[in-house]
C-alpha cells in the first residue's frame, strides 16, 4: 500500500485481547501504521500478542506511550476509565484516544473531559472467545461500528476515526452515547442476561442430552464473567428496563401455556417468528 495510505505513526493498544489485538491486526494487514506497541494487564497477553506479530513490541508501562498519535483503549469497562486518569498525563495533547468499551455514556462523560482528541467508540463485533490468541484481521469486516461524537469532539479527529474503521472493514453509524447504551441493553446486554441464566437453570445432569438448539442459544454464556460484570453495572438502568420487558413476556407465554391458549400461544411464537425474519 502506498506511504501515503499510512494513517498514524505509531499506534498504541492498550489491552491485546481478542478485540484489541483484532484492531492491531487489521491495522498492520492494512499498512495504516508504521508502529504498533501494545500493553496488557496479565503479562502473558502481551507476549503472546508479540509472538503471534499483532504488536511490534511490548510497553514496559504508560511512559512508552508518550509518543503515540493514536492510542486504543480496549480493556474491560471499569479499566477504561481508571487507565485513563494515568494515561491523561502520560500521552501529547493532539494525540487521538479511542475507546471500544460495551457502554459508552459513563466512559464518553469521563474521557471527554481527560482528552481533546477523544472518539468513543464500540465495534459490534467478536465473539465469546479471549485473548490475542484469538485475535482475527478480519473481525470487522461487514460488521458495524457506533461512534458517539459529543458537541466538543473536534471534526477532523472524527473524520480520521471515521475513515480507520471503515478502512477495516466497518460500517460507521453515528448515535449519543445514551442512546447507544440504550439500544445495546436490549440488542446485546440482555441476550447474555438471557444466556447466562439460561443455563444456570438448566440441571447438570440434563446438559449430557444438550442438543445443536441449547449450545447455539447459550453460546454467549461462555463469555468473560468478569467482562460482563462490569458492562451490567455500566449500564444498570438500561439493561433493568429491558430485563423487565423480558420478564413481561416470558409471563405472558407461561400465562397462555398455564391456561391451555392455543391461540394466544401461537400468536406469540408468530410475532416473534415474524419479527426474526426481519434480522439480516
Keep these: 500500500m502506498p506511504a501515503n495510505k499510512i494513517m498514524f505513526?505509531?499506534?498504541?493498544?492498550?489491552?491485546?485481547?481478542?478485540?484489541?489485538?483484532?484492531i492491531a491486526l487489521a491495522i498492520k494487514k492494512r499498512r495504516l501504521a508504521r508502529e504498533i506497541i501494545g500493553l496488557s494487564r496479565h503479562k502473558n497477553s502481551a507476549f503472546v500478542a508479540r509472538r503471534l506479530k499483532i504488536i511490534d513490541?511490548?510497553?514496559?508501562n504508560l511512559d512508552d506511550f508518550s509518543d503515540c498519535d493514536l492510542v486504543i483503549l480496549a480493556t474491560p469497562v471499569d479499566s477504561i476509565?481508571?487507565?485513563s486518569m494515568l494515561l491523561s498525563k502520560k500521552i501529547k495533547g493532539d494525540t487521538i484516544v479511542i475507546d471500544v468499551g460495551s457502554t459508552k455514556e459513563k466512559i464518553v462523560t469521563r474521557l471527554s473531559g481527560l482528552f481533546a482528541?477523544?472518539?468513543g467508540c464500540h465495534p459490534l463485533a467478536g465473539s465469546e472467545a479471549r485473548g490475542a490468541v484469538n485475535a482475527r484481521p478480519d473481525i470487522f469486516s461487514d460488521s458495524i461500528c457506533i461512534l458517539t461524537p459529543v458537541k466538543s469532539t473536534r471534526p477532523a479527529v472524527y473524520n480520521k476515526i471515521k475513515k480507520l474503521w471503515e478502512c477495516v472493514g466497518a460500517r460507521v453509524i453515528i448515535m449519543p452515547p445514551d442512546k447507544h447504551d440504550q439500544i445495546l441493553s436490549f440488542i446485546s446486554?440482555?441476550?447474555h442476561v438471557v444466556a447466562f441464566s439460561l443455563?444456570?437453570?438448566?440441571?447438570?445432569?440434563?446438559?449430557?442430552?444438550?442438543?445443536?438448539?441449547?449450545k447455539d442459544v447459550t453460546r454467549i454464556a461462555a463469555s468473560d464473567p468478569k467482562l460482563w460484570q462490569e458492562i451490567f453495572l455500566s449500564n444498570k438502568r438500561n439493561i433493568r428496563?429491558?430485563?423487565?420487558?423480558?420478564?413481561?413476556a416470558v409471563l405472558a407465554l407461561e400465562s397462555a401455556i398455564t391456561n391451555s391458549e392455543?391461540?394466544?400461544?401461537?400468536?406469540?411464537?408468530?410475532?416473534?417468528?415474524?419479527?426474526?425474519e426481519k434480522m439480516k
Design 262 to 276: 392455543s391461540k394466544k400461544i401461537f400468536d406469540f411464537l408468530n410475532k416473534a417468528k415474524t419479527k426474526r
Design 9 to 22: 505513526d505509531k499506534v498504541g493498544v492498550i489491552g491485546v485481547g481478542l478485540i484489541g489485538g483484532s
Design 57 to 60: 513490541s511490548i510497553a514496559k
Design 117 to 119: 482528541n477523544f472518539v
Design 189 to 191: 446486554h440482555l441476550p
Design 81 to 83: 476509565i481508571d487507565t
Design 199 to 214: 443455563i444456570r437453570c438448566v440441571p447438570d445432569d440434563f446438559l449430557k442430552f444438550a442438543p445443536t438448539s441449547l
Design 241 to 248: 428496563i429491558a430485563i423487565s420487558g423480558f420478564k413481561k
